[in-house]
């Protein structure tokens, strides 16, 4: 049994597996749920690729070096982690449900129900990875967030649904058990980003969330301050560095690093007689570049990204409900003028998205690149205080009890 002294504070541990780097956060929570956050670690991420594991030695090694500076820095021992998953293998759809109500009013199991009902389909070789209310309808009435206690005899619920390759969350699982981590649970990335730097109102007005990753690019569509979209497009910052690197033939990591100092996203940013300089390749000499060159490949290159997304938005047909514009997150959000460009290909306002409400940040962690991890840390500690951090008692188990699940569900986002 505990005290009440050890149930006051809490520490969730966020562990972001990205194409480029794993990141590690661990935060402590207190009663009243705020967040401070305790340290981070992070590795150059191996074995990934567009958001997938695709070796499990080296992912493994990568795990262990940013859980071993994360423990370093915050001084805890990490055991339980809340991983994230990502990869063009995401789905996202829209389901209804729809149960008689048993007694007079309407209860938690009729909740619980309706939404099984929702998520009644098979999938073969997918996973249910989040079912996301999106509003419950009582006898013809929509609109409805919680339906408990009202009087009904027919409950439909609208959902979102997301189903992930259930090959990818396993090795997720495997790797994280041979660095000695229990996951808790496998959190959609976008959907941690869109925790950690959307405000409330955007969602109600109508958000899109677009991270930016190293590999590909994952987009989620908020509308009455729920999800009605995800979309994950296999493109992302990486493909920028190889242009870099075939256009001004450089290597790779001299490409990198032109891009992280010198990269801009428009032509119209950069002034006219701006030069950088270019290690060549094989031990050829530095060479002396006009930085116009440099832009008109990394805005190319983003434009096409942007336009892809635009499809992606004019498919879904959400983009007239989306008032609250754009928020831009990710490490590639970083780079000068994207928003710029990204509000001049996609019609809509855009800003960068920094993680809000979170205390404990230095300089470093406040940025749009730990958007995820941060953002798994607020879904965790968004669950249920008393059992947060409880061992599963079926380690061997995936994913959590589908009933157990379903309570989380509601508690996170109504």
């Known amino acids: ?48 690729n567009k958001g997938v594991i695709t070796n499990i030695g080296a992912a493994v090694k990568s795990i262990q070096k940013a ?20 990869g063009h293998h995401i789905l996202g759809i829209n389901s209804d449900g729809v149960v008689a109500v048993n007694g007079q009013t309407i209860t938690e199991s009729d909740i619980l129900r309706v ?18 209310p999106q509003e419950y309808i ?20 609208r959902v979102h649904i997301v189903l992930g390759s259930i090959t990818s969350a396993t090795n997720i699982v495997q790797c994280c058990n041979e660095a000695n981590l229990n996951v808790v649970n496998i959190v959609l990335e976008p959907l941690a980003s869109s925790l950690a730097v959307l405000e409330e109102e955007e969602k109600e007005l ?51 690093r032109i891009k992280h100092e010198h990269g801009t996203a428009m032509m119209k940013l950069v002034e006219e007689g701006e030069i950088i300089n270019v290690c060549g390749i094989s031990g050829r000499g530095e060479r002396i570049v006009d930085k ?9 290159r983003f434009r096409e990204i942007f336009e892809l997304i635009q499809q992606n938005i004019e498919t879904s047909g959400l983009g007239p409900t989306c008032a609250a514009g754009v928020v831009l997150a990710g490490g590639s959000s970083l780079l000068k003028g994207l928003d710029f460009l990204a509000e001049d290909v996609l019609k809509m306002p855009v800003r960068i998205g920094k993680p809000l409400h979170i205390s404990g940040l ?6 749009p690149m730990f958007a995820t991890s941060v953002g798994l840390i607020k879904y ?22 589908v009933i157990e699940s379903m309570k989380e569900i509601i508690k996170n986002f109504f």
């Open 1 to 48: 049994m505990r005290n009440d002294t050890q149930l006051e504070k809490k520490v969730v541990i966020g562990l972001d597996l990205g194409t480029t780097k794993i990141c590690a956060i661990a935060a402590e929570v207190n009663e009243d749920m705020e967040i401070r956050v305790l340290g981070v670690g992070h590795s150059p991420s191996q074995g990934m």
């Open 292 to 300: 116009h060159i440099l832009t008109e490949v990394i805005e190319a």
């Open 362 to 367: 230095d300089e470093q962690i406040n940025s």
């Open 115 to 132: 939404i099984e009902s929702a998520r009644a389909f098979n999938s073969p070789d997918k996973e249910i990875l989040h079912t996301l």
């Open 206 to 256: 109508g958000v899109i969330l677009l991270d930016i990753g190293g590999g590909t690019t994952d987009m989620v569509i908020y509308k009455n301050g729920s999800v009605v979209y995800t979309s994950v497009l296999p493109i992302g910052g990486n493909q920028v560095t190889n242009d870099i690197s075939m256009g001004l033939r450089t290597p790779r990591t001299e490409a990198i």
């Open 138 to 157: 009582v006898d013809g009435q929509d609109g409805v967030k919680d339906p408990i206690g009202m009087a009904g005899k027919r409950l439909q619920a």
């Open 67 to 86: 859980i071993d500076e994360c423990q370093l820095k915050s001084g805890v021992t990490v055991e339980d982690v809340y991983a994230g998953i990502a």
């Open 380 to 401: 965790g500690a968004s669950t249920d205080m008393e059992s947060l951090f409880l061992k599963n008692a079926n380690p061997d188990n995936t994913f959590p009890n």
